[in-house]
């Protein structure tokens, strides 16, 4: 059976936790440590394990999630390097930490896989960016894109990529929320029920992704394909682009990945 231990127990630590424990296809005992109880006793109504330490948590485990922010992940590493050995995958989701920068924490050579996942996860729809160290095996690797394979799809992609794809699968739910706040926003100022808005944009994102994803036309034609010549839709699309979005989304994903850069410092 294998042991998959968790150091943090918050929303991304519990969306993995939850998908392994749904999927038929994985045999794993639970394990986590968190500082915040209450974490833990959700955790445990999925099955999961409580530990009384980071450390502790390490030594029952042989995949270990950091799941915690960034900021915390000096102490955390601090607490658990005397119980890393040789065999210990170390499973990172902090934003800009590389894997050079576990290992000289812990132990040099260390197994670790980073990972870039988002919230979508918790509805078992994630879309997650992995890469990993060159002392992990394809054997263990396998055993991580398993579980995010159970929680959604996955891509892997080169390390030096990591903080560049920040934007684009881990941030990114957050900046088609506020996409979507602006027209529910638009529908309430002319009179449409919110909850009517929200059902109908809603659906045309997930619809639209699904075009983007299954259809096997470009971006281009799809935009083309909904645009009647002096229509409503090219009446909105020249608003968009006399307000340049195009700019602001390369902005918004620049100032993403600097701050991912900072974060790895």
Same mark, same amino acid.
């Given at each position: 059976?294998?042991?998959?231990?968790?150091?943090?127990?918050?929303?991304?630590?519990?969306?993995?936790?939850?998908?392994?424990?749904?999927?038929?296809?994985?045999?794993?005992?639970?394990?986590?440590?968190?500082?915040? =109880?209450?974490?833990?006793?959700?955790?445990?109504?999925?099955?999961?394990?409580?530990?009384?330490?980071?450390?502790?948590?390490?030594? /029952?485990?042989?995949?270990?999630?950091?799941?915690?922010?960034?900021?915390?992940?000096?102490?955390?590493?601090?607490?658990?390097?005397?119980?890393?050995?040789?065999?210990?995958? #170390?499973? +990172?989701? &902090? =934003?800009?930490?590389?894997?050079?920068?576990?290992?000289?924490?812990?132990?040099?050579?260390?197994?670790?896989?980073?990972?870039?996942?988002?919230?979508?996860?918790?509805?078992?729809?994630?879309?997650? =960016?992995?890469?990993?160290?060159? +002392?992990?095996? /394809?054997?263990?690797?396998?055993?991580?894109?398993?579980?995010?394979?159970?929680?959604?799809?996955?891509?892997?992609?080169?390390?030096?990529?990591?903080?560049?794809?920040?934007? #684009?699968?881990?941030?990114?739910?957050?900046?088609?929320?506020?996409?979507?706040?602006?027209?529910? /926003?638009?529908?309430?100022?002319?009179? #449409?029920?919110?909850?009517?808005?929200?059902?109908?944009?809603?659906? +045309?994102?997930?619809?639209?992704?699904?075009?983007?994803?299954?259809?096997?036309?470009?971006?281009?034609?799809?935009?083309?394909?909904?645009?009647?010549?002096?229509?409503?839709?090219?009446?909105?699309?020249?608003?968009?682009?006399?307000?340049?979005?195009?700019?602001?989304?390369?902005? &918004?994903?620049?100032?993403?990945?600097?701050?991912?850069?900072?974060?790895?410092?």
């Amino acid at each position: 059976m294998t042991k998959i231990g968790f150091i943090g127990a918050g929303n991304m630590g519990y969306a993995i936790m939850k998908g392994i424990s749904g999927s038929k296809d994985i045999e794993a005992e639970l394990y986590a440590y968190d500082t915040y =109880a209450p974490a833990l006793e959700r955790a445990a109504e999925i099955g999961v394990n409580a530990c009384g330490s980071a450390a502790e948590t390490v030594e /029952k485990c042989k995949y270990v999630f950091l799941a915690v922010k960034p900021q915390q992940l000096d102490e955390v590493l601090a607490d658990i390097a005397e119980a890393v050995t040789a065999d210990t995958v #170390i499973v +990172s989701i &902090c =934003a800009g930490i590389t894997d050079d920068y576990i290992a000289s924490k812990t132990i040099a050579g260390a197994k670790v896989v980073l990972v870039m996942p988002n919230t979508p996860l918790l509805l078992g729809e994630g879309a997650t =960016a992995l890469s990993h160290s060159e +002392s992990v095996t /394809k054997e263990e690797f396998a055993v991580i894109c398993g579980i995010f394979g159970c929680c959604g799809v996955y891509a892997v992609i080169p390390k030096d990529k990591m903080k560049e794809i920040i934007a #684009i699968n881990g941030s990114s739910p957050a900046f088609i929320y506020l996409y979507a706040e602006s027209f529910i /926003k638009y529908a309430k100022s002319v009179g #449409i029920d919110e909850e009517v808005a929200k059902k109908l944009f809603a659906k +045309s994102l997930i619809g639209s992704a699904k075009m983007i994803t299954d259809s096997g036309n470009t971006i281009e034609k799809l935009i083309e394909m909904v645009s009647s010549k002096g229509g409503t839709t090219i009446a909105g699309l020249e608003k968009l682009r006399e307000g340049d979005l195009d700019e602001a989304v390369q902005n &918004c994903c620049k100032a993403c990945t600097a701050r991912a850069y900072e974060l790895s410092k």
